[in-house]
């Protein structure tokens, strides 16, 4: 007899676009996943008596943007996981994400949008009042023209990865961190200057010696942290064109894969 082990339903990329009309604007991609027992007969018999469909889902989450005038992402979804359990008692954990969209204030009342780097947060809560989350930055894209080395790995009969002592450097990154208390969290926005503060001033001798620096320079400068994560990839150009008296100047082009992949996670 099979048995339903994890269930669980919900909707994904509501966006929500929240402004005064004025000069504010909070902007982000939210996911919301519902889970208990109450939904099992929907799955086993049809019967969606206690469902609240993912449109009105759609719906509570940008009702609920109207109510909220911060900009933090995890106080958004602190209030949008403790209204829905509020309105609906037959919801035993409720998981919500979101993504920002990322846009650059160019006048008191205008925007430009930005691809790529964007704050992450994730949230998780029951009834209990056990609460689980994570924050981040995912898609950063640091480069850097010189301070960075590799050499000294193993050489065999698969290699043909020339050694360099000096090499610019292109990585793609996202960072996550855990608080030790989420009422007292630390400043996204203050985690990635000091990522990209590292980043530009550590001379490494290779992207693993980078993120464990980024790591623990993290885990000094904010008391607030219980664990930082990073994954890395390493997009370093392909030299395309190389001026004849100086070796220096260059042209790269992009890689094509595959891409080297770094991960570390570091607790305290």
Do not use: C
């Given at each position: 007899?099979a048995?339903p082990?994890v269930?669980?339903?919900g909707?994904e990329?509501?966006?929500?676009?929240?402004?005064d009309?004025?000069?504010?604007?909070?902007?982000?991609?939210?996911?919301?996943?519902a889970?208990?027992?109450a939904?099992l007969?929907?799955y086993?018999?049809?019967?969606?008596?206690?469902?609240?469909?993912t449109?009105s889902m759609?719906n509570?989450i940008?009702?609920?943007?109207?109510?909220?005038?911060?900009?933090?992402?995890?106080?958004?979804l602190e209030?949008?996981a403790r209204?829905?359990l509020?309105t609906?008692?037959?919801?035993?954990?409720?998981e919500v994400?979101?993504r920002e969209?990322p846009?650059?204030?160019?006048?008191?009342?205008?925007?430009?949008?930005?691809a790529g780097?964007?704050?992450v947060?994730e949230?998780?809560?029951?009834?209990?009042?056990a609460l689980?989350?994570r924050?981040?930055r995912?898609?950063?894209?640091l480069?850097?023209?010189?301070?960075?080395?590799?050499a000294?790995?193993?050489?065999d009969?698969y290699?043909?990865?020339?050694?360099?002592h000096?090499r610019?450097l292109?990585v793609?990154?996202?960072?996550?961190w855990?608080?030790q208390d989420?009422?007292k969290?630390a400043?996204?926005?203050?985690v990635l200057?000091?990522v990209a503060?590292t980043f530009a001033?550590?001379?490494?001798?290779?992207?693993?010696?980078l993120?464990?620096?980024?790591?623990t320079?993290l885990l000094?400068?904010?008391?607030?942290?219980?664990?930082v994560?990073?994954?890395g990839?390493?997009?370093?150009w392909?030299?395309?064109?190389?001026?004849?008296?100086?070796?220096?100047?260059?042209?790269?082009?992009d890689?094509?894969?595959?891409f080297?992949?770094?991960?570390l996670t570091?607790?305290?």
């Amino acid at each position: 007899m099979a048995e339903p082990v994890v269930t669980g339903y919900g909707k994904e990329a509501v966006s929500v676009y929240r402004t005064d009309g004025v000069r504010s604007l909070f902007a982000a991609s939210i996911g919301m996943i519902a889970r208990g027992p109450a939904f099992l007969p929907s799955y086993t018999e049809g019967d969606n008596t206690d469902v609240v469909a993912t449109d009105s889902m759609k719906n509570f989450i940008q009702i609920a943007a109207l109510d909220f005038d911060g900009t933090a992402l995890e106080d958004f979804l602190e209030l949008l996981a403790r209204r829905f359990l509020d309105t609906y008692p037959q919801v035993e954990r409720i998981e919500v994400t979101a993504r920002e969209l990322p846009f650059a204030r160019r006048t008191e009342q205008s925007f430009q949008g930005l691809a790529g780097d964007r704050a992450v947060a994730e949230l998780a809560l029951d009834r209990s009042g056990a609460l689980e989350h994570r924050s981040g930055r995912e898609g950063i894209r640091l480069i850097k023209l010189t301070g960075s080395s590799f050499a000294g790995f193993v050489r065999d009969e698969y290699t043909t990865l020339a050694e360099s002592h000096d090499r610019p450097l292109y990585v793609h990154l996202d960072v996550h961190w855990r608080n030790q208390d989420f009422a007292k969290r630390a400043p996204g926005e203050e985690v990635l200057d000091s990522v990209a503060a590292t980043f530009a001033e550590f001379d490494s001798a290779s992207i693993q010696e980078l993120v464990h620096r980024m790591g623990t320079r993290l885990l000094e400068s904010f008391q607030e942290l219980e664990e930082v994560s990073f994954v890395g990839e390493n997009r370093l150009w392909e030299t395309a064109q190389v001026l004849g008296s100086d070796e220096r100047v260059r042209v790269y082009t992009d890689p094509p894969p595959p891409f080297g992949r770094i991960e570390l996670t570091l607790a305290r």
